[in-house]
């Protein structure tokens, strides 16, 4: 099977739909569910995935807090509060005020109290990380050695703890939980029906709270169909306080004015004027939140199911090719920094390694991520492991195998600059073929024949396993 979505003609029609589709926002919407006597007048609830994104990009900064091992258990012991819960009040980590971007909230129960990133992560296998690990066990495993690392890097094993945990997150978590329970799952008849509260005393029907947390875990602004790609990525990188600021009260609420995880990286690909996933995106979740509004609190029908589960279909396509083109962009920087190392005989460049091994954790981390949603990637995640590996090509050609009994990396086998440089272009070809994708930034594949065939004459062209 291909992993490039045949959609079907009336999905098809969302999707350009959604492309074009004039600017609104997600939400407010009103209030359906009959037994609610509160006072809210908005059933739009989506907060506690916003302060798991939050936690998530905590966990990245806290990653790179290490001194090498002096403080290693107080960082773990930090860093799993921000992991698997606290009662504590934790301090926002990664969203502080900057330039004249003003953050409304400083901790995380002002945003949501109660959340961990744990207890919503992928529960399979991970073949693709060392150990046979499942989801939470692979963040915990990276989690123990970032604590450890000097500041987050790890030169003999080539890792970049703080952009394994956020990429392999923005997965395992955020993608995993939205396209494989709110959008798959909770759209069943019979559960969490339209004609019931999510919970009692709630002020949105179960469809309406699912609909909100797979949006939330997408992670955009609630105004992004107003945005260009541009603005976007702009507000995630804290760059516009005047576009992120939608109402105009000087602050920017991270509720529903900051660009998270996935909408980011969504608008870092449509930025090329190649793509358009993240107006795509937004388009059907919004399309789709007034179609459960428009139901005025009773049971869906079986027709506006049907059409329900087409804007999830959009929406799972789209993301996951997001997470594809984030992979592909990646795998075209580890190439090109293995073109500097080689060209420059620069094996001993601090600032160039570190580069190489900065990309390599997001390509590795967003190939794992793609592995975590509701569609078992089969050959293609043997292919793309197998291609990338535990680790890249180290300083001295080796690479990282296995773990031991005791769970330390293992190296024993060696692999050449330039046979790990073929296997990058192997992997952009692999995505292109598989996905579909079009943004292709970094894309290294022009003339891969001939590459194909200059390195691997050079080296042997092995994958590493």
């Not at 939140?289 to 005025?296: G, H, T, W």
Request: with cysteine; charged share 25%.
């Amino acid at each position: 099977m291909k992993f490039a979505f045949k959609l079907s003609a009336s999905t098809l029609a969302i999707c350009i739909m959604g492309a074009a589709a004039s600017a609104e926002t997600y939400g407010p919407y009103p209030i359906t569910e009959k037994s609610y006597s509160g006072d809210k007048t908005n059933s739009v609830s989506y907060s506690g995935q916003v302060a798991r994104s939050v936690l998530l990009d905590s966990l990245k900064s806290l990653a790179g807090q290490g001194d090498g091992g002096a403080n290693a258990a107080e960082l773990k012991a930090t860093m799993m509060k921000y992991f698997a819960g606290t009662e504590e009040d934790l301090p926002i980590i990664s969203h502080k005020d900057k330039d004249g971007f003003d953050i409304k909230q400083s901790t995380l129960n002002e945003i949501s109290k109660g959340k961990d990133i744990k207890g919503k992560t992928y529960q399979g296998l991970v073949p693709g990380w060392p150990g046979n690990l499942t989801g939470p066990e692979v963040l915990e495993d990276m989690i123990t050695r970032a604590a450890a690392s000097n500041g987050g890097f790890d030169a003999d094993t080539g890792m970049d703890w703080g952009q394994l945990i956020q990429k392999f997150g923005i997965g395992a978590m955020g993608f995993n939980q939205a396209v494989d329970n709110y959008l798959d799952e909770n759209l069943a008849a019979d559960k969490k029906p339209n004609n019931s509260p999510y919970s009692d005393g709630a002020a949105y029907t179960g469809k309406e709270h699912s609909w909100d947390e797979a949006f939330g875990y997408f992670g955009a602004a609630a105004h992004a169909l107003e945005l260009s790609a541009d603005q976007a990525y702009g507000i995630s990188k804290k760059a516009d306080a005047a576009v992120a600021d939608a109402n105009g009260d000087g602050v920017i609420d991270l509720k529903t004015e900051m660009v998270f995880g996935s909408a980011y990286y969504a608008a870092d690909a449509d930025k090329s004027g190649k793509t358009d996933y993240l107006p795509t995106i937004m388009s059907a979740f919004v399309e789709g939140r007034k179609l459960i509004a428009s139901a005025d609190g009773a049971a869906l029908t079986d027709a506006q199911r049907t059409q329900l589960k087409a804007y999830a279909e959009v929406i799972e396509a789209e993301w996951t090719k997001v997470l594809a083109e984030a992979t592909f962009k990646y795998a075209g920087n580890v190439f090109k920094d293995i073109e500097k190392l080689r060209a420059d005989d620069s094996d001993d460049d601090a600032e160039a390694y570190r580069d190489y091994v900065k990309h390599w954790g997001e390509m590795k981390g967003f190939s794992l991520a793609l592995q975590t949603g509701r569609e078992n990637l089969g050959g293609t995640a043997v292919r793309l492991n197998r291609l990338i590996g535990f680790s890249p090509v180290t300083l001295d050609e080796s690479i990282v195998t296995g773990v031991d009994g005791d769970g330390n990396f293992v190296k024993d086998a060696k692999m050449s600059w330039n046979a790990y440089q073929l296997n990058m272009l192997k992997v952009q070809d692999v995505l292109i073929k598989e996905f579909g994708i079009e943004g292709r930034k970094n894309d290294a594949t022009e003339g891969l024949a001939e590459l194909i065939k200059q390195l691997d004459s050079d080296s042997g062209g092995a994958e590493t396993d």
